[in-house]
């Protein structure tokens, strides 16, 4: 399975940004639970927010909760990640994961990640 990221950007603080990660070559991303992680160079990598595969379970870690949201579009193949009111402490490189088991907030669990799209929040 091959996920691609896209949606990254430069912004201000309190902007928004829509992240999207689609099933490339024809990939289909049912059944599978997808994650979004981000990571900052010379830190740990960091959950952001898990969806079960068949969507009845949802973590948003609390760093991001009430501005961060995340879901699945079936028919497209694809799963968003919205940020609102962005901060600039949420400046990372935003990763999607896919994981065949239906449900982990664990990033070691999760079998295939994308490349990765940046989101930079500066003041």
């Known amino acids: 399975v091959h996920v691609v990221e896209s949606g990254g950007g430069l912004v201000q603080p309190g902007e928004s940004l829509t992240l999207t990660c689609a099933g490339s070559g024809g990939d289909n991303l049912d059944g599978y639970a997808v994650g979004w992680f981000r990571q900052i160079p010379g830190k740990e990598r960091e959950g952001v927010a898990c969806l079960s595969s068949i969507d009845s379970v949802t973590y948003v870690a609390n760093s991001v909760k009430g501005r961060f949201t995340m879901s699945r579009n079936g028919p497209s193949n694809t799963i968003f990640l919205q940020m609102n009111n962005l901060r600039t402490e949420d400046t990372a490189g935003y990763y999607c994961?896919?994981?065949?088991?239906?449900?982990?907030?664990?990033?070691?669990?999760?079998?295939?990640w994308g490349q990765g799209t940046q989101v930079t929040v500066f003041s």
């Open positions: 994961a896919v994981a065949r088991r239906g449900y982990t907030r664990n990033s070691g669990d999760y079998d295939y």
